[in-house]
């Protein structure tokens, strides 16, 4: 078993994190005050080719394997993770989706500038349309519904939480064509946000990540083309859960970020720090505090390797994905507090960043499939 990085996963590494430090890190605290969507660096990632890292590079992606992509997620949320999410969303749910599911059509007309990052010398990007008012965790009960009209369905209905909600050019939206048939009777559709009928809600106030783009979606009327729908009829929900098997790495990544960001912070500040005549990290209390992080974050670390791995190697990676999300979103949630407290009061202030990596860990245990339904996908698997 070999754990050292290729040269080129190291190359992408040190790209990711100088852009990072060098794009993101300025004004990063201004964007999350003003929850200004962070959309000049996202070109920039664009430029980078880190908005289709894993889509084929006949598709316009950069063609690199998902533990490059878990690289590059990890060194930009130590920062900023208002533009990783947006990065996620784009790779995972969108660019993944179109390409192994969508049609050659499709993956032309749509996956192609998507993988690109930009279209027109603008950002072109997506978004994952699942979650309703009334579907959440529980996905089977789709009320958006899709009504066959022949040549084209008519789209009506609801959707929340929406990540590039306002900024995507494209959404790919689950909605229910035969409720007769429950999760068979869902179907998932390519609309893009400037076909009539399409509303976008006013931005959420999040408590984290808000600079990303997050909105309610609304559609009334819409028609989308037969050419539009994703895989036979029926095939909705199945396509959901299968590209948020992959989303769930993004996640797993990003919240592995934040944990390592806080991390390296909290260490930073121990050595600069005095108390009692010497700096804290030569206090007991606060080496076992740093150990413990180092110790859960490379836990994490190599959860979210292994189910990159998986993916890479076509292996059934379902259970390894949810259980690199749980760990790592509950480390991030654990270890961005432990950095508040070893800053003591500078921790509760934004200069020191850390206050913000805690409040942007939260969402890492809620979005993309909460840590009570991993719990689920892991008991399901392991007892099967």
């Not at 009504?147 to 050019?169: E, F, P, Q």
């Not at 989308?224 to 009829?233: A, D, H, L, Q, T």
């Not at 990003?254 to 010497?278: D, M, N, P, T, V």
């Amino acid at each position: 078993m070999n754990f050292a990085l290729t040269e080129e996963q190291l190359m992408i590494q040190k790209a990711a994190r100088e852009f990072a430090q060098q794009q993101c890190l300025p004004g990063v605290i201004e964007r999350d005050e003003l929850q200004k969507f962070p959309k000049e660096q996202l070109v920039q990632l664009a430029d980078l080719g880190f908005l289709g890292m894993m889509a084929s590079t006949q598709y316009g992606g950069a063609g690199m394997d998902t533990i490059s992509y878990v690289i590059a997620m990890e060194e930009i949320s130590k920062v900023d993770a208002s533009v990783s999410v947006a990065m996620s969303v784009n790779n995972s749910l969108v660019c993944w989706g179109l390409e192994h599911f969508g049609n050659e059509y499709q993956k032309q007309k749509f996956l192609v500038p998507l993988a690109n990052g930009k279209k027109d010398n603008n950002l072109y990007i997506g978004a994952f349309l699942l979650s309703e008012p009334e579907a959440g965790s529980d996905a089977t009960h789709q009320h958006t519904s899709a009504i066959d009209k022949g040549d084209h369905y008519v789209l009506n209905g609801v959707k929340n939480w929406i990540t590039n909600g306002n900024s995507a050019s494209v959404y790919l939206v689950m909605a229910q064509t035969d409720a007769s048939k429950g999760p068979k009777g869902i179907n998932a559709f390519i609309v893009e946000k400037n076909t009539p009928g399409v509303l976008v809600g006013a931005k959420e106030n999040k408590m984290g990540i808000r600079g990303s783009d997050t909105h309610s979606v609304s559609f009334t009327d819409v028609i989308v083309p037969k050419e539009n729908r994703i895989g036979e009829e029926g095939f909705g929900f199945s396509f959901a859960m299968k590209t948020l098997n992959g989303g769930r790495i993004g996640i797993a990544a990003q919240a592995l970020g934040i944990a390592a960001g806080a991390y390296e912070l909290a260490l930073a500040y121990s050595k600069e720090r005095k108390s009692f005549g010497k700096p804290i990290h030569e206090h007991q209390a606060i080496q076992f505090k740093l150990a413990e992080m180092a110790t859960r974050i490379q836990s994490a670390r190599l959860l979210c390797f292994q189910a990159a791995w998986e993916k890479d190697q076509h292996l059934d990676y379902t259970v390894s994905a949810a259980m690199a999300k749980l760990h790592a979103s509950d480390t991030a949630m654990w270890a961005s507090t432990e950095a508040v407290q070893i800053h003591g009061g500078y921790g509760f202030v934004k200069e020191y960043h850390v206050e913000r990596l805690m409040r942007d860990a939260k969402i890492t245990q809620i979005y993309e499939g909460t840590s009570e339904i991993q719990k689920m996908v892991i008991g399901r698997g392991i007892t099967r």
